[in-house]
């Protein structure tokens, strides 16, 4: 199993609303990663965890707030977004530290409009 | 810290052979990489190449490296309309730099 899924698919929420993505593997990996993706640009990365503590936050507002509740789960929960937070949130994750090679296997993103 | 650039469009032929190319600016990067994002969908990896090589031959797929002008290139033959996406370069090793993503188009 090569897969890395994300739910759901596709969210619309007001920026009052409190709401969450989950991304979750079964691949054995220890590291997880969450990226915003703008349309047209390319991913940038939000959060690292690595055997489920976090290890890189890229200054991201505390409107983000990341969770890994065990090795295979990895969640975003999202409180008083902006319009500005559309955009797809792609989940990844890798072995950790086989040198200096992360192959990084992605889900297929969850699609958020903030309204 | 680590910069990736890449062309934003190529449009070729089915059938022809497609290159993108990509520069990146910090040396030490160990591995390169080059994704794949068809529309609506999450980043492939198609292929990756250490540095301290040349080329990698992979099917279709040939991987350039020109490391003292930190050059990087991705030549697909025989591109198909399925090779139609947005691939990416991408340097680094735990923290992956992206380029901006180069759009291929294959015309039919």
């Known amino acids: 199993d090569t897969e890395v899924t994300q739910t759901p698919k596709h969210l619309v929420m007001g920026m009052t609303n409190k709401k969450s993505l989950k991304c979750e593997q079964h691949?054995?990996?220890?590291?997880m990663y969450w990226y915003k993706q703008k349309a047209k640009k390319p991913p940038e990365l939000m959060f690292v965890?690595?055997?489920?503590?976090?290890?890189i936050n890229e200054s991201v507002p505390s409107r983000f707030s990341p969770e890994c509740p065990n090795s295979s789960l990895l969640n975003l929960h999202l409180h008083a977004l902006q319009p500005e937070d559309s955009a797809l949130y792609l989940c990844a994750s890798s072995q950790d530290r086989q040198g200096d090679f992360y192959e990084q296997y992605f889900g297929p993103g969850t699609r958020l409009t903030v309204t | 810290g680590e910069d990736v650039e890449q062309s934003l469009f190529l449009s070729v032929r089915e059938g022809d052979s497609s290159v993108i190319n990509c520069t990146y600016t910090?040396?030490?990067?160990?591995?390169l990489y080059w994704y794949k994002q068809e529309p609506g969908a999450g980043l492939q990896l198609l292929t990756y190449?250490?540095?301290?090589?040349d080329m990698k031959q992979d099917q279709r797929l040939t991987v350039l490296l020109n490391k003292k002008d930190k050059h990087l290139s991705l030549r697909i033959a025989d591109t198909q309309t399925g090779d139609s996406a947005i691939y990416f370069c991408?340097?680094?090793?735990?923290?992956?730099?992206f380029g901006k993503g180069t759009k291929l188009s294959v015309i039919p």
């Open positions: 965890y690595s055997y489920e503590k976090l290890s």
């Open positions: 910090d040396s030490s990067s160990t591995y």
């Open positions: 691949m054995g990996h220890r590291a």
């Open positions: 190449i250490f540095s301290n090589m």
């Open positions: 991408a340097a680094g090793s735990y923290q992956l730099t």
